[in-house]
């Protein structure tokens, strides 16, 4: 049986809650239009590509100093 995109994510969270994670929220646009599936693919892609090391820092300059 082949999991779905939303079981997949559910999975990654629960690994996630043991390493300590306690909350974790996305914001959709139009709620009324997104479909779960596309969504939780979505969010799987990107922890794939972070997992990869496709990615770099973002710098805003915004930091509070220390």
Do not use: H, W
């Not at 997949?8 to 809650?17: M, S, Y």
């Amino acid at each position: 049986m082949t999991k779905t995109e939303c079981q997949t994510l559910a999975e990654r969270f629960e690994k996630k809650a043991l390493a300590g994670l306690v909350d974790v929220k996305f914001l959709v646009s139009n709620p009324s239009e997104a479909d779960a599936e596309l969504v939780c693919e979505e969010v799987n892609r990107l922890y794939a590509a972070i997992e990869q090391g496709e990615f770099r820092p973002l710098d805003f300059n915004d930091a509070r100093p220390s």
